[in-house]
């Protein structure tokens, strides 16, 4: 089973599945409101307005935060690898020590961590579920926590595309290459010689240029990004 990243449900599923985005987008909301965060509400785009990306599996995202994860604790790119990067030490205490800054809701209860970085962070992009749940185009510098919604985190849009442009410099990419184009696709097959350094994290570059893509058109339309 892989795994989608979508903005624009409504333009995309059926009604039966809109019927529960729109379920889960009121939960959002109520946190959104606990938080003392703006409001905001899923627009309904068009068929022809949604961006939809087929991800590489689950494993693409854990590709994209070891990399984050490595600039966070020493500001170096690390060595490309074939191992299964959830088993990086790195990304593993990332993980294990939980956004930098974050606000629990536990109904009218919010419990506050941390506060604004000095330094930059890849909360956004590292501290949310890789399987499901949403980034809505709020610009909040805390990482939302609740039980309540699905997936158990909610992410800025904004912050994870400021994110995602930071790794996309570290690495070299070019943020206007097509994520499906063949030259990424022949990277990841082995099928090209890697000379860049992004070239040699090509499932992480491609999963970089995936969420910018998307990050981008949900700032611009003001619809939720989903992992689905």
Request: aromatic content about 8%; overall charge negative; proline content about 5%.
């Amino acid at each position: 089973m892989g795994l989608d990243v979508v903005v624009g449900v409504f333009g995309e599923f059926d009604e039966d599945a809109c019927a529960e985005f729109a379920e889960d987008f009121a939960v959002v909301r109520k946190q959104l409101s606990a938080a003392g965060l703006p409001d905001w509400e899923e627009p309904r785009l068009t068929e022809d307005d949604v961006v939809l990306h087929d991800m590489y599996g689950y494993s693409g995202l854990h590709h994209l935060r070891r990399v984050a994860a490595h600039l966070a604790a020493s500001g170096a790119v690390p060595g490309s690898s074939d191992k299964d990067p959830t088993h990086d030490p790195v990304l593993k205490a990332a993980y294990a020590g939980g956004a930098s800054h974050s606000m629990t809701i536990k109904g009218e209860s919010v419990d506050r961590r941390g506060a604004a970085a000095t330094v930059p962070t890849f909360d956004h992009l590292i501290q949310h579920s890789d399987c499901e749940g949403y980034y809505v185009p709020v610009d909040f510098a805390p990482v939302l926590l609740s039980d309540d919604v699905l997936g158990g985190y909610v992410g800025s849009s904004q912050r994870l595309l400021e994110e995602c442009l930071r790794v996309a410099e570290a690495l070299g990419l070019p943020i206007d290459i097509d994520p499906e184009s063949n030259e990424i696709m022949d990277l990841i097959a082995g099928s090209a010689e890697p000379t860049a350094e992004w070239q040699r994290h090509a499932i992480a570059s491609l999963t970089c240029l995936q969420l910018i893509e998307a990050a981008w058109h949900s700032v611009g339309t003001g619809a939720a990004i989903a992992f689905c």
